[in-house]
């Protein structure tokens, strides 16, 4: 069996923590900033962790097995 590849536009957008979840750039934080209060473009500022539906997919993309919890 050939290894499975690392996605590597994943690898760009996702880190995962140490426990094992997974951290990515919150969303709506790039354009139309003006009417987004100082206090939520600094929240989205700071990496999010990745919501539990996306996680498994993502961890998918990153590649090696014991990543996403598959035995």
């Known amino acids: 069996m050939p290894k499975t590849k690392t996605h ?6 996702f880190r995962l923590t140490a426990t094992g979840k997974v951290r990515g750039r919150s969303a709506f934080s790039t354009h139309i900033l003006e009417k987004k209060s100082a206090k939520r473009k600094r929240r989205q500022g700071r990496p ?3 919501a539990k539906v996306d996680e498994k997919r993502v961890k998918t993309l990153l590649g090696s097995p014991h990543r996403s919890g598959r035995r």
Request: a positive charge.
């Open 8 to 13: 590597s536009g994943a690898k760009k957008r």
């Open 48 to 50: 999010a962790v990745i």
